[in-house]
């Protein structure tokens, strides 16, 4: 009797032994469940945070090359309309900015992760930052444009007003090369010589307008390159290169000869 009660209690021992290997398999199969399903989540976030690194690289790369290029002292040597066209042409490449930042935003709100995480991030910081540094960027870059556009429209209406100087001074030189002196009657010669000084005067008169015209273009091409500098979002060495007056190029066209040339040759 004993014998099979000792059976007996094996019998049941192992029964239970039993349920605990099956309780313990259960267990560790949602253990590997558990595992796996967080394995994936874990990768999925790797691969949306590797897709966020990369369109976070792609904006900074596109924002420093503007920041690069406004900044360089060579842009700031080029005259008011190239400068002008410059900016505007930086304009348009700024507009890949808004589906850059569109392509950041989304993969941020792709990240399988609490939002207090995602929030503290390092790279979401830096997406946050460069998308405030873009937009700033556009604006400050649209803020030169208008400068510069005002400028040009003035420089223009100068050179014009140059131009309409440099015509007169050409009749009035015609003038003078075109009337034959007159030898046989001494009051004509003093008429035509005092006709002739009259019109050396007028044209010394449109050289010191035309000159005092060359200073108000070199005065507004410093004054529109220093305010564009101004509003430069990043500082480089050699920036102050932009302050240097206009090269003769810059400027209209030489002027024409001396009135005393034309005297001298009346005189000849």
Not at 42 to 63: G, I, N, P, T, Y
Not at 154 to 165: G, I, P, S
Request: one cysteine or more; glycine letters at 2%.
């Amino acid at each position: 009797m004993r014998e099979r009660e000792g059976q007996l209690a094996d019998v049941l021992q192992t029964e239970g032994w039993s349920q605990q290997v099956k309780h313990l398999s259960r267990r560790t199969e949602e253990l590997q469940q558990t595992a796996k399903t967080r394995l994936q989540s874990l990768q999925d976030a790797a691969k949306d945070m590797l897709r966020l690194e990369a369109e976070v690289k792609s904006l900074h790369a596109a924002v420093d090359q503007i920041q690069v290029t406004l900044a360089s002292p060579d842009l700031n040597k080029l005259s008011l309309r190239e400068q002008l066209t410059q900016r505007q042409r930086l304009l348009v490449e700024m507009e890949g900015f808004k589906q850059q930042v569109a392509a950041v935003q989304q993969c941020q709100s792709a990240l399988r992760l609490p939002e207090e995480v995602v929030a503290s991030l390092p790279i979401c910081r830096t997406a946050q930052s460069l998308q405030q540094e873009a937009s700033q960027l556009q604006h400050t870059t649209i803020q030169q444009c208008n400068i510069l556009q005002e400028a040009v429209v003035q420089y223009e209406q100068y050179e014009q007003e140059v131009k309409n100087l440099q015509r007169l001074i050409e009749e009035a030189h015609r003038i003078i090369q075109d009337r034959p002196v007159s030898t046989s009657n001494i009051q004509e010669l003093q008429a035509q010589i005092h006709h002739h000084e009259e019109l050396a005067q007028k044209i010394r008169g449109y050289q010191e307008q035309i000159a005092s015209l060359h200073s108000k273009c070199k005065m507004l091409t410093v004054k529109a390159k220093h305010a564009t500098m101004l509003l430069t979002v990043s500082e480089v060495e050699g920036l102050s290169d932009g302050m240097e007056e206009l090269s003769d190029e810059e400027l209209p066209s030489a002027l024409p000869a001396h009135p005393s040339v034309v005297m001298l040759r009346l005189q000849d």
